[in-house]
């Protein structure tokens, strides 16, 4: 069974940068998509990022594109989401998760973290 850490949280400021990390354990994250989803106060968990097994591949929604970058180094079994320019609606608990095949664009996810909190004030 595959262990989802995430870290990397805080508050920041409108415009600031956060790199959130998702560290694995039980199993190499080499042959499966990784993704980061994000719930809010009041709204239902969205998705934010994904990455295909091999790295080659990213999605995102469209609300972060262009100032978020998700990333992964299998040899060391982490993804990480930089977050740069940061808006107060980008406020969540943001959740790494393993996906359910090696596709940036699996909509199924089998494993999840515990999450971490961003907070950005305007």
């Known amino acids: 069974q595959v262990q989802l850490v995430e870290s990397g949280g805080g508050l920041v400021q409108a415009g600031g940068s956060l790199r959130l990390s998702c560290s694995a354990s039980?199993?190499?994250?080499?042959?499966?998509?990784m993704g980061w989803f994000r719930h809010a106060p009041g709204k239902e968990r969205e998705f934010v990022a994904a990455?295909?097994?091999?790295?080659?591949?990213?999605h995102y929604t469209d609300s972060v594109k262009g100032r978020f970058t998700i990333s992964r180094d299998n040899a060391k079994n982490t993804v990480w989401l930089q977050m740069n320019s940061l808006k107060p609606e980008d406020t969540a608990v943001y959740y790494c998760?393993?996906?359910?095949?090696?596709?940036?664009?699996?909509?199924?996810?089998?494993?999840w973290g515990q999450g971490t909190q961003v907070t950005v004030s305007s």
């Open positions: 998760a393993h996906g359910h095949s090696t596709s940036a664009y699996s909509l199924e996810y089998d494993f």
């Open positions: 039980g199993r190499t994250l080499t042959n499966y998509a």
């Open positions: 990455i295909s097994g091999s790295g080659l591949s990213t």
